[in-house]
């Protein structure tokens, strides 16, 4: 995970092009195929959210557009502000208006692929000056928003939207993680009440 400093720092090293992309994937829960299938009619602005109706796949034949993994991954994600502003940054930039055309794409507006999109933004060398996590990868970006989607009290069911899964167990990860978190809090509240209980002596009169 990172945290969110460290996730608007690798924002800021990315080149102009891509800071939207690494934001909405933080912010968002969204797979690498997810972001890069999105078309600017996806996007709703006005009412802050992304709609997910397909994914981008690399096969041996060459990128493919096709359904999410499952019916579960047809959703709508509402965004939180700093991805609503830093992707209306990215749609007035460097996005066509046509409504089919894809949102984040390469230099000369073709399709996004892993390796490219690695090689363009010096990703090693980013993660490094931005004081990422070590062994940190793009799909970590998606874990951290949905570790900070729990932190703030989304329910199982609305991770699983979050997310795209049918399943609960993805989502019951993030919320042990989060309940981890909540006891460590609670073991350092009791160290405080313990010391704030102890009867402080009585001072001795002249």
Not at 63 to 76: D, H, I, M, N, T
Not at 137 to 161: K, V, Y
Not at 181 to 200: C, Q
Request: net charge positive.
């Amino acid at each position: 995970m990172a945290t969110v400093a460290q996730v608007l720092a690798l924002a800021a090293h990315m080149p102009p092009r891509f800071v939207a992309l690494i934001t909405v994937a933080a912010f968002s829960g969204l797979r690498w195929g997810e972001l890069v299938a999105l078309r600017r009619c996806d996007a709703d602005l006005e009412a802050g959210t992304v709609r997910v109706p397909r994914k981008l796949a690399a096969l041996k034949g060459g990128l493919e557009f096709g359904p999410p993994k499952s019916a579960a991954g047809l959703r709508v994600v509402a965004l939180p502000a700093v991805a609503r502003r830093a992707l209306g940054a990215h749609l007035d930039k460097f996005t066509a208006r046509a409504p089919a055309v894809l949102i984040f794409t390469g230099d000369k507006d073709t399709p996004l692929r892993t390796g490219n999109f690695r090689r363009a933004v010096k990703w090693s060398t980013a993660l490094a000056d931005a004081g990422m996590p070590e062994g940190f990868h793009f799909p970590d970006l998606r874990h951290t928003g949905n570790n900070i989607a729990a932190a703030s009290g989304a329910s199982t069911r609305e991770l699983m939207h979050r997310m795209g899964h049918a399943s609960m167990r993805a989502a019951l990860i993030y919320q042990h993680a989060t309940s981890d978190r909540d006891r460590e809090i609670a073991d350092t509240m009791d160290k405080r009440i313990a010391k704030g209980a102890k009867p402080r002596k009585a001072k001795k009169r002249s």
